[in-house]
């Protein structure tokens, strides 16, 4: 239909402002207004805004570093200034416009392949900063390398390398000290789930298929020199299956290939293991399934203890309680990611507290974090603390008296550092303020010092933390311990005598303690033993003590992360050696910056636009006839100014060519909080509808848009539009003429999660007023009214009651006309069968999982299709001009398979009913399309 | 008329998708524009043209004309015009260098069909094909024809009709194109281990471990050989006392060949330097730094080197007063090692491009 075109433009003005999903979805808010600067290298343009400096020409040398290092390595050039984009902390990185999408909390950066972009932020850690910026630039010189080789051998439409394999490579060539394997990867041998080469895509996007990337990549480099890796990078061009290309360079089948692989992992980590014991062979596990980590202890009486911890296993983050010898199911503390209140919980990163009745931990609130205070006892928030200059906070923790609120945070800046604050004064304390990385603190007894987890150590520079204590009296900073290992997590005994951390100084990450006798004063060097007590075969973390002879702790393993219980005796104690297992240094570690010669310039960023896409198109419909035509959109480097041109024309003869004309510009800001747009167009050519049915529309305009996000959940949307609009019917009622000025007005709130074909949880609805008035004419006269919401009820993990409730009115001269029926609206009625400038619906639906998993398996391989959803549906709902005619429903059953995440194929089964009688005839409706 | 405008724009778009995959850009000097001094006269270009595909890695000369390969599946000849004179299609594209020996060529394959082909570049219709899984240039010595394949096996075949006269099989896959010095000829495997194969006998024997991964070999009289590493390593390897002589680390790749003028080694690494090196001791006498990443092989002209870089640069080097005397921007990176035929200096780079230089 010809009123698609106009759809379609509409609907870029729509995806350009980025609601998440068309019609709702989350907001993407451009909180904080950055002076954008730009740092011309040798080699780079980076883009970055002053308060972050430090950390730019840090991040300048280690990005021209690498580039000497990839150049050689990839023997290739890039030939053009790659554009790095740094961000000084995570939560300023996901306020980025470059890609429109949500950033997760797990993103460490990114490479933007169709511009070339890099962007990473700092987030308070030289190493992990190092260490993304070696990552995405393995990207850039991949990509670059690919597409020179197949330019050159004109092979233009060849496959580009597996994801696996690019991001295989990045971790391979990125990391600098593999001193242990992955933990991950360690499980996914142990427990089975490691998946061969030839089976990776099962697992695309996920951290275990980087990991298993790059152990492969590792596995064939050792197996046959280094240069293998160029040899097959340089060899892409032989075959469009990459595993041939392997093949082809390596000699070895890949099955042959594959299976060494994994026995040599095998091999070495089931050594590693050998003498490990289960986790669950001692300890007790509080929780199943999901994501459960960063326990915290609750005595809510003298007998009732409870373990508090943050969970996903909802699909949403939430704190669970789950009570000590009580076999009672979890109880759900604080609802979070529904509200603005708690928008985000950092789930790997930040740990909680409490003290008394009171509960310490940290969302993401709007721009900042805030801690919040939340009395456990009322089951409310008492108030947050929320600091303007401090971008993220991670693990407050209260002094003994809880009076003050001990915590590590990033500034505007980056830099990670420990804070205090003290309640009776309302006084932030900033305890240190350096480059290094800080965090994880926890006060001493008579808060006379701290213990907290830093880089500055000796081994700080290759990405180690150790601990260190601070002497809040006279500021001296001591290590704890020191050496090429991890020391994190630290948690105080209630007597202060035994520190207990997590280390992975044998290899991966078990339980320490140190003891902390009375020689021990913070600030002061103080050489001690270390114990291990658990030796198993999972990563443990974050250990907290329940009282002096029980601990809780994360255990991580068969991929998932739960709370356990375990009780200390003196059996579990092994010495492993020194605190010191490296000489500590007076002085720290300095990250070496940019040097002056290889700084180009420095320059205020003003704007720096190329293309995004551009295309042509010709089409030729038997009925319509031919249409041609051509998109252009441009952006600027960071993404936030847009340009859109669409130009085309539907002349079926050479007189019409003129007047069949059609052009839209559009300009579009998201740079700041409220984005907007605003351009003109012209559109000119037959249109169709049931209502009018054919008719010749010309309708020249401008329009202006905007939307103010207030939460990540709710915004306000406006549309104006100022046309010259001319219809003609082709029959008696001639030629319209109208000087249209129209006005909407929307609310939208969305807070749903969504499944596998549709929301599971949540809701959302909009609500939209909009009036349409011809200033000259008076042809054009009408309002419109449109409301729906949506709800879904989540009765089990995987069972979900959604329900549906919409009305659209719309009168007046030339009022909107509003059409349902179909697998999206009306099931078992024709698609758009049903229109009136009034409509009613309601859609009522149980969805749950019908078949977990399909998977096809051909001679040559197999497909997975993921798994099929099932429905079962009651709608009912109509469409009238005037008088009510009665309801129209329809009932049934319906499967639902999601296709490579981005189509869903739908099929229904039902009948049609008035409500007074079935029908006798059952209907099978196949179309496509997310649920409701 | 619908149907006459739709047809048309039709064969527009299906002219001009036939006409982009056929294109030839050509630009010929009017005037001869000099790029800079070569010792005491200039370098002048004179045309750039394109082709199908990117030029392969060498060159070589056939009765005035450049023999060219692409990456693609074709054998070019072009005169000093820039003309192409004949252009063959193969059924696989060129693996390294074309091997020439009076009117023929020898070359093998790989990519849609692994051949050893000889072809005669006057008559193309003279050629004759041998299945022969290699990715490797054949070795000529004599009137016998050495080519290795990826599995190990060494074929030794006539010139004549290739015929097979002897196989022998290494343990390992090879690693590097083989190559002649003395009338014996070299194979590098995958392991590092140098072997020789003695013509016409086909006596296999290790020669050496290498300390290094070649990615360039370049043969000094008939005793000694120079090896430029992946890592940076350069070493220098006597084959009749069958030891090192030397080696010393460099920093960056080496790829391509080094020069040897005035009893010096001219090395280009891929860390923007250039390296001077003493042949007899093996000692490093400068490091210049020169800002591009040395890529192709180095021609010498004279008291200069002439080489390409990645960086889409032509660049020349004043060995004497080690510094650069000039660069030429082209239009992409250079690939193909640079050849001084007569006054005229030839090179390749990426999306498809040839250039001919003249020194006057």
């Known amino acids: 239909m010809k009123l698609i075109k106009a759809y379609v433009c509409i609907f870029f003005i729509f995806v350009a402002l980025y609601p998440q999903y068309y019609y709702f979805g989350r907001n993407k808010i451009q909180y904080t207004k950055f002076d954008w600067h730009v740092l011309k290298t040798k080699h780079f343009d980076i883009y970055y805004y002053p308060e972050m400096e430090e950390f730019v020409e840090i991040g300048a040398r280690i990005a021209e570093e690498a580039y000497l290092e990839y150049q050689s390595r990839f023997e290739h050039h890039i030939n053009r200034e790659v554009p790095l984009i740094f961000y000084s902390s995570h939560l300023h990185f996901q306020q980025t416009n470059v890609i429109p999408y949500f950033i997760p909390e797990g993103t460490g950066g990114f490479f933007e392949f169709i511009k070339g972009r890099v962007v990473i932020p700092a987030d308070g850690s030289y190493s992990q900063f190092r260490h993304a910026i070696r990552h995405e630039l393995v990207h850039v010189f991949f990509t670059s390398k690919v597409n020179s080789i197949l330019i050159d051998r004109q092979k233009l439409d060849h496959p580009f390398p597996p994801l696996w394999f690019n991001e295989g490579l990045a971790e391979y060539f990125s990391i600098e000290n593999r001193r242990y394997p992955d933990m991950v990867l360690r499980d996914a041998v142990l427990k089975g789930y490691l998946r061969r080469i030839t089976e990776i895509g099962e697992i695309t996007g996920s951290y275990l298929m980087y990991k298993e990337g790059e152990s492969f990549l590792r596995f064939l480099a050792d197996k046959f020199g280094k240069d293998i890796i160029l040899r097959i990078i340089e060899n892409v061009w032989v075959d469009e299956d990459f595993t041939h290309v392997i093949e082809f360079v390596t000699g070895s089948s890949i099955e042959d290939l594959q299976d060494e692989w994994v026995l040599s992992l095998q091999k070495r980590l089931l050594t590693d293991i050998k003498d490990k014991e289960s986790a669950r062979s001692r300890d007790v596990k509080l929780t199943e399934r999901g994501f459960n980590v960063k326990p915290a202890v609750y005595s809510s009486s003298d007998t009732l203890i409870k373990v508090l911890f943050i969970s996903n296993r909802s699909g949403y983050t939430d704190i669970y309680a789950k009570s000590l010898g009580d076999k009672s199911n979890l109880e759900i503390i604080v609802r979070g990611e529904r509200t603005h209140e708690y928008e985000a919980f950092h789930l790997m990163r930040s740990r909680m507290d409490v003290h008394g009745n009171r509960l310490a931990f940290v969302t993401k609130k709007g721009e900042h974090d805030v801690i919040h205070i939340f009395d456990l006892k009322a089951g409310r928030n008492l108030f947050d603390l929320e600091f303007p200059n401090l971008t993220a906070i991670s693990s407050p923790k209260f002094s003994a008296d809880g009076k003050r609120l001990l915590f590590s945070a990033l500034d505007f800046g980056g830099y990670a550092d420990i804070y205090f604050y003290d309640f009776d004064n309302s006084l932030l304390v900033r305890l240190t303020d350096d480059i290094y990385n800080d965090s994880d603190p926890i006060w001493l007894p008579d808060a006379r010092g701290v213990i907290f987890c830093s880089d500055r150590g000796v081994s700080g520079k290759d990405g180690f933390m150790n601990l260190f204590s601070f002497n809040i009296v006279d500021k001296k900073i001591a290590p704890l311990t020191c050496g090429m290992e991890n020391d994190i997590s630290p948690s105080l005994s209630p007597d202060a005598r035994e520190l207990l951390f997590c280390s992975n100084r044998e290899g991966k990450y078990d339980l320490y303690v140190l003891p902390l006798d009375e020689g021990f004063t913070p600030g002061e060097l103080y050489v001690s033993r270390v114990y291990r007590i658990t030796s198993y075969t999972g990563d443990t973390f974050d250990p907290v003590w329940v009282n002096d002879s029980t601990i809780v702790y994360t255990l991580f393993e068969d991929y998932s992360f739960n709370i356990m219980l375990r009780y200390l005796d003196e059996d579990s104690l092994a010495y492993v050696g020194q605190n010191y297992s490296i000489l500590p240094e007076v002085t720290c570690w300095k990250p070496e910056r940019l040097s002056g010669d290889r700084v180009k310039t420095r320059q205020i960023y003003r704007g720096k636009y190329s293309l995004d896409i551009a295309q042509g198109q010709l089409t030729q419909d038997p009925f319509f006839g031919s249409m041609g035509g051509a998109q252009i959109a441009i952006s600027d480097v960071l993404g936030d100014r847009r340009y859109e041109i669409l130009i085309y024309n539907n002349a079926r003869t050479k007189s019409e060519f003129m007047n069949s004309f059609n052009f839209f510009i559009g300009r579009y800001s998201l740079g700041r909080r409220t984005n907007f747009g605003y351009g003109m167009y012209r559109f000119s050519g037959e249109r169709f509808n049931y209502y009018e049915g054919f008719y010749d529309e010309k309708r020249v305009g401008a329009f202006f848009v905007l939307q103010y996000p207030i939460t990540h959940f709710n915004r306000f949307e406006n549309v104006v539009n100022l046309a010259y609009s001319q219809k003609d019917w082709y029959d008696w009622r001639g030629v319209r003429k109208a000087w249209i000025v129209e006005n909407h007005f929307s609310y939208v709130y969305d807070n749903s999660i969504w499944g596998l074909s549709g929301p599971v949880d949540g809701s959302r609805f909009i609500v939209t007023l909009g009036y349409v008035v011809d200033v000259r004419y008076s042809n054009v006269s009408y309002y419109t009214v449109i409301a729906d919401f949506r709800r879904y009820f989540r009765l089990r993990l995987y069972l979900t009651y959604a329900v549906r409730v919409a009305g659209f009115v719309s009168e007046g001269k030339e009022a909107q006309r509003f059409y349902i029926g179909g697998s999206w609206t009306l099931r078992g009625y024709p698609l758009f069968s049903i229109w009136g400038n009034h409509c009613f619906l309601f859609n009522q639906e149980l969805r749950f999982p019908f078949i977990t998993s399909v998977q096809l398996r051909f001679p040559r391989g197999k497909v997975n299709l993921g798994g099929i959803q099932g429905a079962l549906f009651v709608d009912a709902g109509d469409a009238w001009e005037s008088g009510f005619p009665g309801l129209r429903g329809s009932f049934g059953i319906g499967f639902r398979i999601n296709i490579g995440g981005y189509l869903v194929l739908r099929y229904d089964i039902g009948r049609r009913t008035d409500f007074r009688k079935i029908s006798k005839s059952t209907f099978y409706q196949f179309f496509f399309g997310w649920d409701f | ?360």
């Not at chain 2, 003395?182 to 590098?188: A, E, N, S």
Request: hydrophobic share 45%; aromatic share 12%; charged share 25%.
């Open chain 2, 1 to 360: 008329m619908r149907r006459v405008i739709f047809a048309a724009i039709v064969f527009l778009i299906l002219g001009w998708r036939c006409a982009e995959r056929h294109r030839v850009y050509f630009q010929y000097g009017e005037e001869v524009k000099p790029i800079g001094r070569v010792g005491d006269g200039n370098i002048n270009f004179l045309w750039v043209r394109s082709l199908l595909a990117a030029p392969g890695k060498d060159f070589e000369v056939f009765d005035g004309s450049i023999v060219v390969s692409d990456l693609r599946n074709r054998l070019y000849l072009i005169n000093e015009m820039g003309k192409i004179v004949k252009s063959i299609r193969l059924k696989g594209s060129v693996n390294g260098k074309v091997l020439i020996n009076g009117e023929y060529a020898y070359f093998t394959t790989s990519g849609d069909r692994f051949r050893l082909i000889k072809l005669s570049l006057r008559n193309t219709g003279d050629k004759i094909e041998k299945k022969v899984y290699s990715v490797f240039e054949p070795v000529l010595v004599d009137s016998l024809l050495l080519v290795v394949s990826m599995d190990g096996k060494v074929y030794c075949m006539s010139k004549e009709n290739l015929g097979v006269v002897w196989i022998r099989k290494l343990k390992n896959r090879v690693y590097f194109a083989p190559f002649s010095v003395d009338g014996m000829v070299y194979i590098i495997d995958f392991s590092g281990r140098l072997f020789s194969v003695e013509i016409p006998y086909g006596k296999l024997r290790k020669a050496t471990d290498l300390p290094t991964m070649p990615e360039t070999v370049l043969p000094v009289d008939d005793t000694l050989i120079v090896f430029g590493g992946r890592d940076g390593k350069l070493l220098l390897y006597n084959v009749t006392e069958n030891r090192i002589r030397w080696m010393v680390k460099l920093h960056g790749r080496i790829v391509s060949k080094p020069l040897l003028k005035n009893g010096m080694l001219i090395v280009g690494t891929m860390a923007d330097s250039i390296y001077m090196v003493d042949f007899k001791k093996g000692k490093v006498l400068d490091r210049i730094y020169i800002g591009e990443p040395v890529s192709t092989d180095m021609v010498g002209v004279g008291t200069v080197a002439i080489f390409g870089s990645l960086s889409r640069k032509l660049i020349c080097f004043d060995i004497i007063k080690k510094q650069v005397v000039w660069k030429c921007k082209l239009k992409g990176r250079v690939i193909s090692n640079p050849l001084l035929f007569g006054d005229f200096l030839v090179v390749g780079c990426e999306y498809k491009y040839v250039y001919l230089f003249e020194l006057r």
